[in-house]
Structures are given as C-alpha cells and as structure tokens.
C-alpha cells in the first residue's frame, strides 16, 4: 500500500467569513430605519434685559487737550483737563463700559500712554484704541 504522506494546508477558507458577514449586513440594512436619532435638547437663553453700553470716547487732540463724550447720551464731546481725567471718568463709567482713545496721528506715543494709565489707575477695565481703517 503506497500512501502519500497529506501535505498541510497553507489556505484559509474565507467564504464562511463572508457568508457571516453578508448575514450582519442584512440584519443591520433591516433594522436601521427602526432605531430612532436621538434628539439633542438644547438650552435656550433669554434676552438681556439691558442693552449693551456703548463706550466713551476720549479724544486727544492735536494740541494735547482731552475731549471726553459719552455714545450712550447724545451730546457733544466736553473739554476735560489732565489733573480732572480720573475723577471724570469714574463719575461717567458704568459697570465694565469701555473706555476708547481716538487719539490725533501727530499725538506723541507718550501723551497717549499717560492718559491710557490714567484710564487704568481710574479703575477702568477694558480701554482700545479707535483707529481709521485704511481704504
């Protein structure tokens, strides 16, 4: 009797694999339009009850003079001396209401950085520079 010695198989059989898998496939096609999307509830959030507070609005002229005018109140601007700026400005600020600099281009860098501490030592919190854009 000559029997050949049985080589060992070197192949996977993957057409179980696939029949399982086609199986899962149509299970899943099946039930998907019976699973409901969850709905998101979002939080709402009511209106302010106060508007927001525009800022004031120094002007620091060519000559050196301050002009101070609130956007909230209609007017025009008021001269302001330099000794008096603190004072003013805590009197007119409101709660967290900015302050801005519109200062003149030929205005010196360090008359603008004095007035800006003294907006700080005033105990305003958020003070900008109002600038033209350019065209």
């Excluded at 009797?1 to 060992?8: C, E, Q, T, V, Y």
């Excluded at 008096?84 to 205005?107: C, E, G, Y």
């Excluded at 004095?114 to 854009?133: C, F, I």
Aim: hydrophobic share 45%; aromatic share 4%; net charge positive.
């Amino acid at each position: 009797m000559n029997r050949r010695p049985r080589k060992a198989m070197n192949q996977i059989n993957v057409v179980p694999y696939i029949d399982v898998m086609l199986v899962l496939l149509v299970i899943f096609m099946v039930t998907a339009p019976f699973v409901n999307p969850s709905q998101v509830e979002l939080p709402s959030v009511g209106k302010s009850t106060t508007p927001p507070t525009l800022p004031l609005e120094l002007t620091i002229k060519a000559d050196g003079s301050l002009w101070l005018r609130d956007r909230n109140e209609p007017g025009e601007s008021a001269p302001v001396a330099d000794s008096a700026l603190a004072r003013t400005v805590r009197k007119m600020v409101k709660t967290d209401q900015p302050v801005v600099i519109a200062a003149d281009k030929s205005v010196r860098y360090e008359v603008v950085m004095r007035v800006m501490d003294t907006l700080q030592r005033a105990g305003v919190a958020r003070v900008g520079l109002l600038v033209k854009p350019v065209p």
